[in-house]
């Protein structure tokens, strides 16, 4: 499945789509600077306790080039071509960002959840505060993939930034059937139990009731009968790409949304 098809099934995908390609246009314009790869020896104990990566005080990882990509795309889509209230809240950013000397350290701190950050436009500065620091933390990303071991995390919320998963994927053929989890924020893949809820951690290790979508490529929508949380699954590989990105499935949280169900983690796209 390549993005072209998809959006040539799901039309109406095509304004997000747009201002993606603009947004991945600016983004890859950044000159990037590797962010450091910590002693991972020192992060094995709060690895072990769950405390996620990036909120860990044992790993020292320096947010200083983290802050400055954050203020670059902002600065560099302030003067692109993007759609009008967009545009408006962008140059709202830029000057925000750069009113205040502290403001950018505070902007990255409040995407981390470790500050608080009053945006006059929150829900734009997360979606271009993530893709940037998605961008900048993926060596980290793949570096910690590598050293982690999977089977002493499964947990509900994302391995190095903490967020709750914004979709899930099966993978493999059973017996060996894995489930694993995708963080929206930085874009994180982790295993987690194959069945049960990891929105109220319902340890009875119920199914979760699943919500086939007609002629979607794999993608359901599974649910909790306990706590109403749902998560979008796609249930088959080759295709992440394109049907983990959250966005191309964002008909789905409508559907969701419709049934009363709950989105219990971060969307960088806002569905009311
Ligand atoms: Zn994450
Ligand atoms: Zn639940």
């Given at each position: 499945?390549?993005q072209d098809?998809?959006?040539s099934?799901?039309?109406?995908?095509?304004?997000?789509?747009?201002?993606?390609?603009?947004?991945?246009?600016?983004?890859?314009?950044?000159?990037?600077?590797?962010?450091?790869?910590p002693?991972?020896?020192?992060?094995?104990?709060?690895?072990?306790?769950?405390?996620?990566?990036?909120?860990?005080?044992?790993?020292?990882?320096?947010?200083t080039?983290?802050e400055?990509v954050?203020?670059l795309?902002?600065?560099?889509?302030?003067s692109?071509?993007?759609?009008?209230?967009?545009?408006e809240?962008?140059?709202?950013?830029?000057s925000?960002l750069?009113?205040?000397?502290?403001a950018?350290?505070?902007?990255?701190?409040?995407?981390?959840?470790k500050d608080?950050?009053a945006?006059?436009?929150?829900?734009l500065?997360?979606?271009l505060?993530w893709?940037?620091?998605?961008?900048?933390?993926?060596?980290?990303?793949?570096a910690?993939a590598?050293?982690?071991?999977?089977?002493r995390?499964?947990?509900?919320?994302c391995?190095?930034?903490?967020s709750r998963?914004?979709?899930?994927?099966?993978?493999?053929t059973?017996?060996g059937?894995?489930?694993l989890l995708?963080?929206?924020?930085?874009k994180?893949r982790?295993r987690?139990r194959r069945?049960?809820?990891?929105?109220?951690?319902?340890h009875s290790?119920?199914?979760?009731?699943?919500l086939?979508?007609?002629?979607?490529?794999?993608?359901?929508?599974?649910?909790?009968e306990?706590?109403?949380?749902?998560?979008?699954?796609?249930?088959?590989?080759?295709?992440?790409?394109?049907?983990?990105?959250?966005?191309?499935?964002?008909h789905?949280d409508?559907?969701a949304?419709?049934?009363?169900?709950?989105?219990?983690?971060?969307?960088?796209y806002e569905?009311?």
């Amino acid at each position: 499945m390549t993005q072209d098809v998809w959006l040539s099934t799901h039309a109406y995908l095509q304004p997000v789509a747009l201002l993606h390609a603009v947004v991945d246009i600016a983004a890859a314009g950044i000159p990037t600077e590797a962010p450091c790869v910590p002693i991972w020896d020192n992060y094995t104990v709060d690895f072990q306790k769950g405390v996620p990566l990036l909120e860990s005080s044992a790993t020292v990882i320096d947010l200083t080039a983290a802050e400055r990509v954050v203020v670059l795309l902002v600065e560099n889509l302030a003067s692109a071509p993007l759609p009008g209230k967009v545009a408006e809240e962008t140059r709202a950013l830029d000057s925000e960002l750069r009113c205040d000397p502290d403001a950018p350290r505070r902007a990255v701190a409040w995407l981390l959840d470790k500050d608080v950050y009053a945006s006059a436009c929150p829900g734009l500065l997360r979606y271009l505060g993530w893709t940037a620091l998605a961008r900048h933390f993926r060596p980290l990303v793949d570096a910690f993939a590598g050293w982690r071991d999977e089977e002493r995390w499964l947990r509900s919320y994302c391995p190095t930034c903490g967020s709750r998963p914004s979709m899930a994927q099966l993978v493999g053929t059973d017996p060996g059937r894995l489930r694993l989890l995708s963080c929206g924020r930085c874009k994180t893949r982790w295993r987690y139990r194959r069945t049960g809820c990891p929105f109220c951690e319902n340890h009875s290790d119920h199914r979760l009731a699943v919500l086939a979508v007609e002629g979607e490529g794999g993608l359901r929508i599974d649910y909790c009968e306990a706590c109403r949380g749902y998560l979008k699954t796609y249930d088959g590989e080759g295709s992440e790409h394109v049907l983990l990105a959250d966005w191309t499935s964002i008909h789905l949280d409508i559907i969701a949304h419709d049934r009363g169900l709950i989105r219990s983690a971060a969307s960088l796209y806002e569905v009311s």
